[in-house]
């Protein structure tokens, strides 16, 4: 009987604790795309202005390769620099309406 006891309060844990283990995971991805974007963002539009080049989605893709380590994405999204901005195809940073097309409202 106790033996019983103690199995459903181990169940009952697991179940309030493995999602909430699941969201810190997934935020802490997600910061550490946005902080490795804005990096790359940085050196990357540093390089454009100070050697004078346009941007190209073939340079770009080139750049990151020889600039950054490994996958600058933890959940290997697409990386790329549209509208002055490195943005992945896996983590959005921006809350805009366009965003919420599924009407569900995030971080809930
Ligand atoms: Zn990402």
């Known amino acids: 009987m106790e033996l019983l006891v103690v199995i459903v309060i181990t169940c009952i844990l697991l179940v309030i604790a493995v999602p909430s283990i699941n969201g810190i995971i997934e935020a802490t991805e997600k910061k550490a795309c946005e902080e490795s974007r804005l990096q790359l963002e940085r050196i990357y539009e540093t390089h454009l202005v100070t050697e004078d080049i346009d941007h190209s989605e073939t340079f770009f893709q080139d750049f990151k390769s020889n600039r950054i380590d490994g996958e600058i994405c933890p959940e ?31 971080y809930l």
């Open 76 to 106: 290997k999204g697409e990386i790329r620099y549209i509208e002055n901005e490195v943005v992945c195809s896996v983590h959005h940073d921006h809350d805009g309406p366009e965003e919420n097309d599924n009407g569900e409202v995030p």
